[in-house]
C-alpha cells in the first residue's frame, strides 16, 4: 500500500481526507509542520497533501525541510482560493500539483491516482536500476543486505542536501565510512573534512579544539590556533562521539551550529564559517536527552537527518563479501574454508565489521597453506560459529544430511553435558527428555563423560 501523509490543521479536513484516501493507501495524519516532519521520519511517504496556511510554520516551510532531507515524494498543495498566489509559490518550490478548497473530491482522487501511479513508476525504474547495479559496493563501502542497500540509497540522496546528519550505530559499524561518502559524494567534495572526536580530546582542550585560540588567550597558549570548525570552511565538519561532549561546550557548539558564527577562545571577533555538519554517536542521544546528559535543542539541531547503522549481527548476509573483500585486499590470495565461513557468518560480532576486519587479518596471519581455517581465526569467533559452520558445510556438500545432524546433536549434547558438569540426570532434566534416552543417545553417539562413568 502506498503511503499518503496528510498535513492539515483542521479535523473536518483531516477527517474527510482520510475517508477519500483510504482506498488508495495507508493514510497518516499530521496536524502541523513538526507532526508531519515526524510521520517522515518514520517511514517516507509516497505522496503528501500539504495545506499551506497552518498555525507555527506554514506549508512553504515544510517543503523547504522537505527537499533539505531529500525526500522526493510529490506533494499536492491544498490552498484556499484566496491564497492561490502561495499556491503558485509552492509550485515553485516543488510541489507537485494544487488543488483549492472546498475540493471536488473525485478530481483530487483522481490527482492522487495520477501521482502515485507515476511515482509507482519511477520507483520501479529506480528499483531495475539497482538490480541491475546490484549495489553491493558503494563509496567504499560493502553490503549486500537489504537495509545497508537502503542506507547507500539514503546516503546518496542526503549528500546532495546541505542537511545535518546525525549517524549512530554500533562502535564498528562503519559510522565514520558513511560521514566521509556524505562528503565525498557532496557538493563540498573539493572542500575539507575535518574529524573532530569529541570524546578523545580532553575537556580542558576541547574547546580550544573546536574554535581555536588567540596567543595568550589562556596559560600555555603560546600561538595562536585555528579551531578544527574554522578549518572546515567550505567543506564537512565531522564531530564523531559527539554525545561525550562536556554540556558547556554543548551550549557554544549549538550557537555555532545555529549561526554558523563563533568566535576563537580569547577573542571578541565573531567569525563565520561556511561548513556542513556530520555528527555520529554510539550512544541512544534520545536517551541521553532524557537523562538529561545531552541538550535537547542541540538534539534537535543535529538530529535533522538520522542514519541508524544497524549492528552486523542483524545483517549477517553482508559478512561473506565483508570477508572476502578484506581477504582480497591482503592480496595474498588466500581463501576461506567453508567451516570458517560458517563460523564468522554465526558468530555475533559484538565489535561488528571492525571486529571482522580483525579476524581475517587473525586468520591472515595464523594460516598456513592456502586456505583459512576455522582453527586459525580468532577462539571466540570459532567457537561460537560451530553450528554455523556445521550447516555451511552441509549446504556446500561437504557432509551429508545424516551426518549433519548426527554432529549437530552432538555439539548439543556435550555442550548441555559440560554445561551441567557431567550430570546426567540434570543435563536431561534442561533438555526434557528422560536420563535413559540421554544414556541411549550418548551411547548412539559415542559421547563419553571424561571423568569416568556417569555420575547422577
Ligand atoms: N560497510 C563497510 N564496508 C567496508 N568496510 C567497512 C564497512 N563498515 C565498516 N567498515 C570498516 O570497519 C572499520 C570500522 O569502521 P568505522 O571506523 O567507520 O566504524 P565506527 O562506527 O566509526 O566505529 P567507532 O564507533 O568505534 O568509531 C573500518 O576499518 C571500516 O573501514
Ligand atoms: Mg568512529
Request: hydrophobic share 40%; with cysteine.
Amino acid at each position: 500500500m502506498p503511503r499518503i501523509l496528510v498535513v492539515d490543521d483542521e479535523p473536518g479536513v483531516q477527517e474527510s481526507l482520510r475517508m477519500l484516501l483510504k482506498s488508495e493507501g495507508d493514510v497518516a495524519i499530521a496536524g502541523d509542520v513538526d507532526a508531519a516532519l515526524r510521520e517522515v521520519a518514520l517511514a517516507t511517504p509516497d505522496l503528501i497533501l500539504l495545506d499551506l496556511v497552518m498555525p507555527g510554520r506554514s506549508g512553504l516551510d515544510l517543503l523547504a525541510e522537505l527537499s533539505e532531507r531529500g525526500v522526493r515524494a510529490p506533494v499536492i498543495v491544498l490552498t484556499a482560493t484566496n491564497t492561490v498566489n502561495a499556491a503558485v509559490e509552492a509550485m515553485k518550490r516543488g510541489a507537485a500539483d494544487f488543488v483549492t478548497k472546498p475540493f471536488e473530491l473525485d478530481a483530487l482522487r483522481i490527482k492522487v491516482r495520477n501521482l502515485l501511479e507515476k511515482r509507482e513508476l519511477e520507483e520501479e525504474v529506480e528499483r531495475l536500476r539497482d538490480e541491475v547495479e546490484d549495489r553491493q559496493q558503494f563509496a567504499g563501502m560493502i553490503g549486500r543486505s537489504d537495509v545497508m542497500r537502503a542506507i547507500f540509497r539514503n546516503i546518496e540522496r542526503v549528500a546532495r542536501a546541505e542537511a545535518t546528519v546525525l549517524i549512530s550505530g554500533e562502535s564498528g559499524t562503519g559510522k565514520e565510512l558513511v560521514a566521509r561518502a556524505i562528503h565525498d559524494l557532496s557538493s563540498r567534495s573539493g572542500g575539507p573534512f575535518v574529524a573532530v572526536n569529541c570524546g578523545a580530546i580532553p575537556r580542558e582542550l576541547i574547546e580550544s579544539e573546536l574554535f581555536g585560540h588567540e596567543k595568550g588567550a589562556f596559560t600555555g597558549a603560546t600561538e595562536r590556533r585555528i579551531g578544527r570548525i574554522e578549518s572546515a570552511n567550505g567543506g564537512t565538519l565531522f564531530l564523531d562521539e559527539i554525545g561525550e561532549l562536556d554540556p558547556q561546550v554543548q551550549v557554544k557548539l549549538l550557537r555555532a551550529l545555529q549561526e554558523r558564527a563563533f568566535e576563537r577562545v580569547g577573542s571578541s571577533t565573531t567569525l563565520t564559517v561556511d561548513l556542513r555538519i556530520v555528527a555520529a554517536t554510539n550512544r541512544d542521544l534520545a536517551r541521553e536527552v532524557a537523562e538529561g546528559n545531552f541538550r535537547e535543542d542541540l538534539y534537535y539541531r543535529v538530529n535533522v537527518v538520522p542514519i541508524v547503522l544497524p549492528p552486523l549481527r542483524e545483517r549477517r548476509e553482508d559478512i561473506r563479501p565483508l570477508a572476502e573483500s578484506f581477504l582480497a585486499r591482503a592480496g595474498t590470495g588466500k581463501r576461506l574454508t567453508p567451516a570458517a565461513l560458517g563460523s564468522l557468518e554465526g558468530y555475533s560480532w559484538p565489535g561488528n565489521v571492525r571486529e571482522l576486519e580483525n579476524a581475517i587479518e587473525h586468520g591472515l596471519a595464523l594460516s598456513e597453506g592456502d586456505t583459512i581455517d576455522q582453527q586459525d581465526l580468532p577462539i571466540s569467533v570459532g567457537r561460537t560459529g560451530q553450528a554455523e559452520a556445521l550447516r555451511e558445510q552441509w549446504r556446500q556438500g561437504e557432509r551429508s544430511f545424516e551426518e549433519t545432524v548426527v554432529r549437530f546433536e552432538t555439539e548439543i549434547l556435550r555442550e548441555a553435558l559440560e554445561n551441567h558438569h557431567w550430570n546426567q540426570t540434570r543435563t536431561a532434566n534442561a533438555l526434557g527428555i528422560t536420563r535413559r534416552v540421554l544414556k541411549l543417545k550418548m551411547d548412539k553417539l559415542g559421547i563419553e563423560d571424561p571423568n569416568g562413568e556417569g555420575n547422577s
